[in-house]
């Protein structure tokens, strides 16, 4: 085996020129393909970023959206109980004046029929006293006779 300067001289001309053309047409399309493909990704990636920052604002304001109810909530909570209160004790206060009122107009009618009742039967004793003093002076009677003419008038007008 002989080597011979021509034949290597050929092939690294070969090698040079098959160098240049698939540098031409291969390199530069590859690593246009990978510069736009590194582009692609790192704009993809900033997209993500800014989603992922947009995503955290609107949970913030969310948040924030949520405590400020809750917090309204809680503070109409507390006024209507604080209402519900004050109608409760007016409410109650109301009661008790009516029941006092009604407690009032019973003790006065009470007392007025028990008046009534002392006056009727006071009248009742007069009437009773008059007849008992009428009969006796009628005429004239002993203690058994003046006892026997009580019971009589008593069983006449009813009276055990």
């Known amino acids: 085996m002989d080597i011979n300067i021509l034949d290597i001289v050929i ?6 020129v ?3 053309i698939l540098r031409l047409l291969v390199y ?3 690593s246009k393909f990978m510069k736009d493909r590194k582009k692609r990704i790192t704009d993809e990636i900033e997209n993500a970023a800014k989603t992922k920052e947009d995503a955290l604002s609107l949970k913030e304001e969310f948040t924030k959206k949520l405590s400020e109810s809750e ?7 507390v006024n209507i109980i604080a209402q519900a ?7 109650t206060e109301a009661a008790h004046a009516d029941a006092e009122k009604i407690t009032n107009d019973a003790h ?8 009534a009742v002392l006056s009727g039967i006071k009248d ?7 007849k008992i003093a009428s009969k006796i002076l009628e005429r004239e009677v002993n203690e058994t006779d003046n006892k026997t003419l009580v019971e009589n008038i008593f069983k006449e007008e009813h009276i055990s």
Request: charged letters at 30%.
């Open 11 to 16: 092939h690294v001309i070969n090698i040079f």
């Open 71 to 77: 917090k309204a909530a809680n503070e109409q909570m």
């Open 124 to 130: 009742d004793i007069k009437d009773l006293s008059l």
């Open 85 to 91: 209160n004050t109608e409760a004790e007016r409410i």
């Open 108 to 115: 006065k009618k009470a007392e007025a029929d028990a008046a």
């Open 18 to 20: 098959l160098f240049i």
């Open 28 to 30: 530069k399309p590859v």
